[in-house]
């Protein structure tokens, strides 16, 4: 089992700046990858983000240059650093954790994009 917390969400103005972040408890040593998805109402979930356990990064085509992943081992986090926000990022955005024939998800938070 694996247990994420997200935090962090809330409202920015367009080209503001905002970092998620997960907290992940429970069997940490088996996750291979850790990433954040989004969904917009009325549209379907989408990768923002994802770090394998290689440290290896990979974002969705529509945050690349704006967003950044990171991981923190010894405080067991993953954080998600949002730039030049736009209001089309607006959704809300969960954690996600991939082991060998699992995978869980936080609850989500909300990030709302507006003047």
């Known amino acids: 089992q694996v247990q994420l917390v997200e935090s962090g969400g809330g409202l920015v103005q367009p080209g503001g700046s905002l970092t998620l972040s997960c907290a992940v408890s429970?069997?940490?040593?088996?996750?291979?990858?850790l990433g954040w998805y989004r969904q917009a109402p009325g549209k379907e979930r989408e990768l923002v983000a994802s770090?394998?356990?290689?440290?290896?990064?990979n974002y969705g085509e529509l945050v690349k240059g704006r967003f950044n992943i990171s991981k923190d081992t010894s405080k067991r986090t993953v954080d998600l650093q949002m730039n030049s926000l736009e209001i089309e990022d607006t959704a809300v955005y969960c954690c996600n954790a991939y082991l060998p024939g699992a995978q869980y998800w936080g609850q989500g938070t909300q990030v709302t994009v507006s003047s």
């Open positions: 770090v394998d356990s290689h440290g290896n990064k």
């Open positions: 429970g069997y940490v040593s088996r996750i291979y990858t």
